[in-house]
């Protein structure tokens, strides 16, 4: 099997890992190969990398986001994809419907509606006086769209004024948040893409530079010192991923096999990070981590 990845080897491998132990009877190099292809938070790579994967011949390609997907879906109308974490994959035109995908793709969205509101009510009750919100994400991604339209409806209901820190390149973070400080944002939002993957140590540096709180939706950026994150568990993902492909490899067509929607999702909180920026975390907030990084 081919696994096209969008972030660096070493950030990645716990979800890798995750894949693997879903997998089952199934040990990697004794009965199964698994041919890995990481683009580095670099989303033009994806074609090249699917392109690579198909050339290989490979039975069946594991895709997580929606870019990744979108270029194994360009790339082959034949082998077999399942996809990981993809928002809105009906809205975008990779699957039919979610009960019945057709084609050769399936796997596991990622609804935003699911969550993308969760950082803003978390953000509210860890700062009261919440006015403005910054959402750092590049424009060109897919699912920009999507975080910006449920962001939107619950910025309406808690009267949170939304701002849009785009960037394409990590270049182009200095000046983004040289921007959010004129602007005089109270938070930050940072959603899952390909940018915020690549850059995302030099986000949470000047995050902490900036002494502005954030919320992620990759609990990775808390363990290097983000405030918050919230969003579905990757491994868990990739874990119910492995179990698509023993169904495929058994024989299973992927059209049609159902999506599913993730049903596990985790709040992570680093304290260290909190107690700098000089935020009190209320009980109600702590009782609902899965993770507290002291």
């Not at 993308?116 to 403005?132: D, G, M, Q």
């Not at 999506?259 to 000089?278: D, R, S």
């Amino acid at each position: 099997m081919g696994l096209l990845l969008p972030g660096v080897q070493a950030t990645s491998s716990p979800n890798v890992d995750a894949f693997r132990q879903g997998l089952g009877g199934y040990v990697e190099g004794r009965n199964i190969l698994i041919d890995y292809r990481w683009a580095e938070g670099k989303a033009e790579r994806f074609s090249e990398l699917a392109a690579e994967l198909v050339r290989l011949k490979v039975d069946v390609m594991v895709t997580p986001g929606q870019q990744a997907t979108l270029a194994a879906k360009l790339a082959t109308t034949t082998i077999p994809i399942v996809m990981v974490g993809v928002q809105d994959p009906v809205g975008t035109g990779i699957v039919g419907s979610l009960a019945r995908p057709g084609a050769n793709v399936t796997g596991l969205s990622a609804q935003a509606e699911e969550y993308a509101a969760k950082w803003l009510e978390l953000l509210k009750a860890v700062i009261p006086h919440l006015a403005r919100v910054a959402v750092l994400a590049d424009p060109a991604n897919p699912s920009y769209d999507v975080y910006w339209r449920e962001l939107r409806r619950a910025a309406r209901i808690l009267a949170v004024e939304l701002h849009a820190l785009d960037a394409r390149e990590p270049g182009d973070l200095p000046g983004v948040f040289a921007k959010a400080a004129r602007q005089r944002v109270d938070a930050l939002v940072v959603p899952q893409q390909p940018l915020t993957i690549r850059a995302q140590s030099q986000i949470v540096e000047l995050a902490a530079k900036s002494r502005l709180p954030a919320i992620y939706a990759l609990t990775a950026a808390v363990g290097i010192g983000g405030l918050m994150a919230y969003g579905p568990s990757l491994a868990d993902m990739y874990r119910k991923a492995a179990t698509y492909v023993d169904k495929i490899l058994k024989g299973a067509k992927p059209g049609d096999l159902p999506i599913e929607q993730p049903t596990k999702f985790e709040l992570v909180i680093n304290m260290k990070t909190a107690k700098a920026l000089g935020l009190t975390m209320p009980p109600s907030v702590l009782l609902r981590a899965d993770r507290v990084i002291e």
